[in-house]
């Protein structure tokens, strides 16, 4: 069974300072993947950034990259310079390979402080 | 152009009726997916198709029947609804292959009254 935990359930970061979500994940399948998504208060679900489990370097999208601790089953998600459009829901979400069921964290809500 | 949408946004409805939701990609996936997301905002799959054919059935009520009339469209019905259904209902696609990432549709917000 694969698990996904995210340990803060809300964040408040002043605006143009970085910001680190953690995210922790549970598994006996050596091939996964990792996602990130934002769901703003809009309600849509985007996807953010991608970490495959054999992936040697660790994913950059932009002001987005992901810290990926392949031993201590960690995935945090990393946001540099933070802006007001950053305050959202973002969850993090992991997949077998093989398998088409993507597992969900509890999310973390960011507020993004002017 | 939108990649994967769905229909109605809102669906306001009283306990008993029938409803159904609609989605449509146009990604050229193989696969579609139905996701509900609670008042808590915890999203759990429901559903899973890929080229018509159902793959994923997680434990949901046999009043949800998600039916798939080609690759690019799976719609959600929902017979006899009930208070607790009242949730965001998401669809998604994606190619099966790999770790090919999931694109979601914008949401229904369903409200059994």
């Keep these: ?10 964040m408040f970061v002043q605006e143009k300072e970085a910001v680190t979500l953690d995210c922790t994940y549970d598994t006996s399948d050596p091939s996964y993947g990792l996602f990130w998504y934002k769901q703003p208060s809009s309600g849509e679900m985007i996807f953010l950034i991608y970490q495959g489990s054999y992936d040697q370097q660790n994913a950059t999208e932009g002001r987005y990259s992901l810290n990926f601790q392949k031993a201590r089953k ?5 946001i540099s310079a933070s802006q007001l459009g950053d305050s959202a829901m973002y969850f993090c979400a992991m997949r077998n390979f ?17 | ?3 994967v949408s769905q229909t109605p946004k809102y669906l306001v409805t009283q306990m008993g009726n029938d409803k159904s939701i609609k989605c449509e990609q146009n990604l050229g ?10 008042s808590k905002k915890f999203l759990k799959i429901m559903f899973s198709y890929n080229n018509k054919e159902l793959i994923i059935n997680e434990t949901v009520p046999n009043r949800f029947s998600p039916k798939s009339p080609d690759k690019a469209h799976l719609n959600l019905h929902i017979n006899s609804l009930e208070l607790g259904d ?10 099966r292959e790999g770790q090919e990432t999931q694109y979601f549709g914008p949401g229904t917000r369903l409200l059994v009254l």
């Excluded at chain 1, 960690?74 to 990393?78: D, E, H, M, T």
């Design chain 1, 1 to 10: 069974a694969q698990k996904i935990t995210q340990t803060q359930p809300g």
């Design chain 1, 74 to 78: 960690s995935a945090n998600l990393v």
């Design chain 1, 98 to 114: 093989g398998n088409e069921k993507l597992t969900f964290g509890t999310g973390t809500r960011l507020t993004i402080i002017p």
């Design chain 2, 1 to 3: 152009d939108t990649a």
């Design chain 2, 29 to 38: 996936h193989d696969t579609m997916y139905w996701y509900k997301q609670d």
């Design chain 2, 86 to 95: 009242s949730a965001v209902y998401f669809c998604a696609s994606s190619q």
